[in-house]
């Protein structure tokens, strides 16, 4: 079933770009009924293991492999990857729904090529062998480059953004396959030991200073994916060009991936290591909260604005992961899901105004949204998701990062804590210009459509 579960998105991707075309509406409805009968199948599967497994996983799916590297198609499903995979699946299914008319160029292959995008994440979040997470990890990248070189934005030079997003994210998966391959040769305590199995490498430990090189190396690759400072290069002119579609998976999906590469496998496979370099590791992950929101603080373009408030959100993840308790941990996980959901909702907004309007420009579109009720409630709902106001998913997450990180460094809990009021401060001036600023003379942006306002709820 777990196998079934990852296959059937790129089956789905397969089967929209058959009946395609070149009709978007045909591929698109398709695709969006594929990732449905993909999340009923989770939610079936999850609900008939619910009264409990003997395991490490509720499901669990082993199948022959690679023998001679001691790996093994693994796949298990628990309560992480569950909530992983449950989010990759509905924000999937809402960036095929949203993908506007940059996908009519060839729908049947956009929508494969996004379909495989979200079947590789599917293999991520299963994996239980390290070879099997690379596969899948690396598997996203090239559909991902194509869909921002061949869809993105004639006008912000798409194929040069997706080069850039290709060389750190090509250049992070070398760093990730040396660190497993040194995890599983360091781990082997007899000759014929080898594995790259998940759950036997939990029960063994690798001396610190070997450990100390493999989680830099793990770290690295992972904090491309995020991104934090100073890897974080690819990552404003890749989601200013992509198209609609793309920058979802991108910002509200692949950068959890590497979120979830340092809770699920750097920090538990590699302990001690960890808590040695968690000064350091927290410490850049507060610089990322403070630098991205100081970079969003400045932004006209509503995409960069996006880039760099999810980059100052995401270093969260990094300092909770690290923290190395529960507090953290828990923190981290509640605000890959959040911060999914709010730039979700912020992409489709963005999308919907540049449409409308023509542009994106701050400047420009400077009080353009008086006109448009539902327009306006969903841009301050997620605003202040965004914010972190209390009684919001946002918040939720920051606040448990923050209280797990005062038990480990109050001075990096206060650090942090600054970047909440810069979130409030961006969030604020983003609020006045499109709402409350004078008007600038444009013509209104028509207000949302119904189907618009539900993929954005």
């Known amino acids: ?152 934005d004639p006008r912000l030079a798409p194929r040069a953004a997706a080069t850039r997003f290709f060389v750190y994210t090509q250049a992070g998966g070398l760093l990730l396959l040396v660190s497993i391959v040194g995890l599983g040769l360091l781990q082997a305590r007899e000759p014929g030991s080898f594995s790259l199995d998940y759950p036997a490498l939990l029960e063994r430990s690798v001396p610190l200073p070997a450990a100390a090189w493999l989680l830099a190396g793990l770290f690295l690759a992972f904090a491309v994916k995020l991104p934090l400072v100073p890897l974080h290069g690819w990552q404003a002119d890749t989601y200013a060009a992509a198209p609609t579609g793309a920058g979802i998976v991108l910002a509200g999906l692949m950068a959890k991936a590497g979120g979830y590469g340092l809770v ?121 998701a965004t914010l972190g106001l209390p009684g919001l998913s946002g918040f939720v997450g920051e606040f448990l990062v923050l209280v797990g990180t005062f038990q480990v460094s109050p001075w990096l809990a206060a650090a942090a804590s600054l970047g909440l009021v810069l979130s409030t401060a961006y969030t604020l001036r983003l609020v006045q210009l499109l709402l409350y600023g004078p008007d600038a003379g444009r013509a209104p942006i028509p207000d949302l459509t119904c189907r618009t306002a539900a993929l954005a709820a």
């Open 264 to 384: 699920r496998l750097a920090v538990p496979l590699l302990p001690e290591a960890a808590r040695l370099m968690a000064p350091w590791a927290m410490g850049l992950a507060v610089c990322t909260v403070l630098y991205g929101a100081v970079l969003a603080l400045t932004q006209t373009d509503l995409r960069r604005f996006i880039a760099y408030s999810s980059m100052s959100h995401l270093g969260f993840v990094a300092l909770g992961a690290f923290a190395g308790n529960d507090w953290g941990y828990r923190g981290a996980v509640v605000q890959m899901v959040s911060h999914g959901l709010s730039a979700t909702g912020l992409f489709l907004l963005t999308a919907w105004i540049e449409r409308g309007a023509g542009t994106r420009d701050l400047s420009v579109l400077r009080g353009a949204w008086r006109t448009g009720p539902r327009t306006r409630a969903f841009g301050l709902v997620l605003a202040l």
């Open 1 to 152: 079933m777990l196998l079934l579960i990852v296959v059937l998105p790129l089956a789905g991707g397969l089967t929209a770009w058959l009946v395609a075309r070149d009709r978007a509406d045909r591929s698109r409805y398709v695709s969006v009924a594929f990732l449905a009968l993909d999340l009923l199948l989770l939610i079936a599967t999850a609900a008939g293991a619910a009264a409990g497994a003997p395991g490490r996983f509720l499901v669990e799916t082993r199948l022959p492999w690679v023998p001679g590297l001691g790996s093994s198609l693994h796949l298990g499903l628990d309560g992480l990857s569950l909530i992983m995979l449950g989010l990759t699946l509905v924000l999937g299914a809402v960036a095929v729904a949203a993908s506007g008319p940059e996908a009519e160029a060839r729908p049947g292959l956009y929508h494969l090529l996004l379909m495989a995008t979200l079947s590789a994440l599917a293999g991520v979040f299963l994996a239980a062998d390290l070879l099997v997470f690379f596969v899948a990890y690396e598997a996203m990248l090239v559909p991902a480059y194509l869909l921002v070189a061949r869809w993105g």
